[in-house]
């Protein structure tokens, strides 16, 4: 789980290195802003929130569905190796999300409802947290899941 952790923990110190790098950018004027009523600017909203109304729910989903096939290794290693593997795409195709709102927050000169897409992108990056307990009920069998 040590190893999920770090990617876990990794992906919100990236949101956060993000929002530093563009805070220091912006505030020397080196970062270019596009103005969030022009096509690119409206460009640039659609990508942030499809990115978001599509790799968090995928991620999740395309997750749940991996477990089928994972549950069904026998050897033990094999089977949280696989997860573990697998457990490293849904984190980040689920959390990139919080990265590429905040570098739309700044692209668009402050634009609030990036703020909330990334929002969106974190309630989707917390059920992604890795735990022992998670991992047992995502690989127990079907039967015993409600």
Known sequence: MKKLNVWYYGMAVLTVLVWTVCYYLNSKGLLPVIDRMSVTGQVVQYIVILNALICIPLGLYWFKRQCQSIRLIED???RIDEYIRKDKVRIVLVS???VVAMLG???LSQYQSMIWVAAIGAIGWYFT?????KMCIELSPAEDQY
């Open 76 to 78: 033990e290693q094999a």
């Open 96 to 98: 990139q999300t919080m």
């Open 105 to 107: 927050f700044w692209l």
């Open 129 to 133: 947290k890795p735990t022992e307990n």
